[in-house]
């Protein structure tokens, strides 16, 4: 660590805050005159020589009257921080190349309304929140995910201008916050399924041999299954209706890595395993995924699909955090 890091970590107090809610104290807080307020100070300087010169002892009441109201709006700035509690949540993953969200639930013990808090990354842009009298209010922070793995967004500047803009006061919580990414999908067709007597998870029109029944018709189901008899007596009433068959063979489609052999390098042929899981998953397909050294059985459903991208996204990553 260099000298100049080091004396940032002393000066504004920067590390991981290990211990939640993380509470913002007065050393903690940090405050400077805006341009703004740089200018509202010459502009008092100026109209205090003015009345000294001209001996106008209105003009003497109006500095000072103003000066006043500027020390308490640097007073009701750094008040706008002290004390707030801040707790963070869980980030919802995302693909590469969009924009991951890290959300904070804020926490006022105070009569007074928080306004105009701004939070942001050192990479993304700024959100807003306030946070009502005695009351709870959350934000969610933005942050460009550009690759794929374990985002760590690092440190959160939180700063304030309120009530007048003439200070800014700040501060640099550092909560654990981390969001996973998964591979930005590459669209390929899928490879063939293959048959299975007993797949791991029924379709619910997994077979040809045994009529079953009649049920509403899903964007997956081919058109041969619409029962056109069916739909024609009452066709207005009704939506799509397909046979529902049950029994015999049913398909099952693995997603292995020798497949993308020949597709480059390691992030584009992850890239395309993720485009296969999602539209395996769109498709309604029972489906597994083979990597080296992983495995998962083919299943179908929003938990099996999340499990499939977070191996992908993790995919490398683990090994090299064990060395």
């Not at 969200?101 to 942001?120: D, K």
């Amino acid at each position: 660590m260099t000298l100049q890091a080091r004396m940032q970590q002393w000066l504004f107090r920067l590390g991981r805050d290990e211990t939640l809610p993380i509470v913002l104290t007065q050393r903690r807080i940090f405050i400077l005159p805006t341009g703004a307020g740089i200018l509202f100070a010459i502009v008092l300087a100026v109209m205090l020589i003015g009345a000294i010169n001209y001996t106008l002892s209105l003009g003497h009441a109006l500095v000072f009257l103003l000066a006043g109201l500027g020390l308490a709006a640097m007073v009701h700035t750094f008040r706008n921080l002290r004390g707030l509690s801040i707790t963070p949540g869980r980030a919802i993953p995302v693909h590469a190349g969009e924009i991951a969200r890290f959300p904070l639930h804020l926490g006022n013990t105070r009569r007074e309304a928080r306004r105009s808090l701004g939070f942001r990354f050192e990479s993304g842009e700024e959100a807003f929140a306030d946070v009502p009298a005695e009351g709870i209010a959350s934000v969610s922070i933005p942050c460009p995910a550009s690759k794929r793995g374990v985002l760590d967004p690092g440190r959160i500047t939180l700063a304030t201008r309120y009530p007048l803009g003439l200070f800014r006061a700040w501060s640099y919580p550092h909560p654990a916050l981390s969001c996973v990414i998964y591979p930005q999908p590459i669209e390929r067709p899928l490879p063939p399924p293959t048959s299975v007597d007993n797949p791991g998870i029924a379709r619910g029109d997994s077979g040809d041999e045994d009529f079953a029944g009649l049920r509403v018709r899903n964007p997956s189901d081919p058109p041969r299954h619409i029962a056109w008899k069916a739909v024609a007596r009452s066709v207005d009433a009704y939506p799509l209706l397909v046979k529902h068959f049950a029994g015999g063979a049913g398909e099952e489609l693995w997603l292995t890595w020798e497949l993308t052999v020949e597709e480059g390098d390691i992030e584009t042929r992850l890239s395309i395993l993720a485009g296969w899981v999602l539209a395996a998953e769109n498709a309604q397909l029972s489906y597994g995924l083979s990597l080296p050294d992983q495995y998962v059985q083919p299943a179908i459903g929003a938990a099996h699909r999340e499990r499939c991208l977070e191996i992908l996204a993790l995919f490398g990553h683990e090994k090299s955090s064990r060395n």
